[in-house]
């Protein structure tokens, strides 16, 4: 028998909810200028927690819906789970598992067909059927080494805002960005206060620079400047730090990377999170100035509605291929799909392919190939033919990535 239970969040109990996650995640007590900022963005909707025997909170399950753009360019809905945590004394009692489910649930009984989180660790959600679909990169660029390459990126203006500005103006850009590639997340208005505003309006000394082109604003970036002067090193400059980085244009992109190499008394630009395909290194006239210190994954996707989520995708130009999907906790997603660019239908033809709803999550915005997985014992291989065909049916030219923290 457990000895808590698990319900709707209800209206008042937020604050305590989001104190159970902060301490999770061994962040700062929850000052009341802290929750004043979040509340806007941590409704009572969209919240499970687990209570102990005298009604409080000590896990915490929350998402908000939002859109999630997938191969092809369609806009998928999804809920992005924002907050997972279990009070230390409470963890490895099946807490997360009991939640899990009930959230799972409840995105599939609203008809939700994916869900999406950004995991803290890699060994938490794929027994619940997430898998890895975006990575991201962390680039480290030596500025003395960096210039760039004649006539890149001066063809429009880079201005700096002031947070006030900033959070008068981003949000209403931001869809601007989303373009083609998969994996791009909208930020609905409840998403702003806790992240882009909190971050912009805080003492940690963010700063925003806005870039124009010839239709206006084009291009944001977000950054802050940490001193790196030691007694070793008094003359080192300092690093420039990306927090964040969205550009509608290659021109707009290319603008924002020449004002943050053009900033005095900095030694190395850095980012992370950044699409594992950009360019940065094609930019410069020494490649050799970039250093990708890290790939990591970032988007994790649950096919919550496996069939919805295959047919609002479009297929590279292969036959197509016969997959059987195993979902233990969404058992109405077990079955043989025949995939193509044709288009997606339940089929009852034998499988060429058999694999985990993680093993498809993981492919499924375009990140990777299956024959990867297939060689790791991932996918089990009925008809030898269809990996290949599979590959070119999943893959994506631009690799997929969420921009969004959340
Ligand atoms: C991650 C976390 C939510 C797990 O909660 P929990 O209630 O302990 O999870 P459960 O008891 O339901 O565990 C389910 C299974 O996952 C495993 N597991 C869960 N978290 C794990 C972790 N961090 N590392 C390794 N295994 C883990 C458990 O061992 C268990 O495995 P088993 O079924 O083989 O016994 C909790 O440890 C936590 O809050 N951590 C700190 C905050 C955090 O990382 N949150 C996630 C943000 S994305």
Redesign the pocket.
Known sequence: MSDFHVRAVAEGEQRACLEVLEQ??HARPLSDEAWSKMARSWPAEGKFAAYDDRGTPV?IASSFDTELTVPGGHNLAVAAVDG?????D?????????M?AVQLEDIAARGVPLAA?????G??YG?FGYGAATYGKAVLVERPRAKIRDGVGRDGVVRFVTPAEAVERVPAQYQRFAGERPGFVARPDQWWPGFFDRLVTGNDGYRVAVHSGPDGDDGFVVYQTIDMRDRQSPDRGALLDIREMHAATPRAWAGLWRFLLSVDLVSAVAGRGRPVDEPVAALLTDPRAVNTTEVLDDLWVRLIDVEASLRARTYGAAEPVVLEVLDRQLPDNNGRYLVGPGGVERTTAAAELRLDVDTLASVYLGHGFLSHLAQAGRVEVLDEAAVARADTLFHTPLAPWCGTFF
């Open positions: 999770a995640l896990g997972i945590g279990v009070r230390a409470w963890t490895r009692r099946g807490m997360l598992t009991a899990m989180l950004h995991a803290s660790e060994v938490i027994r």
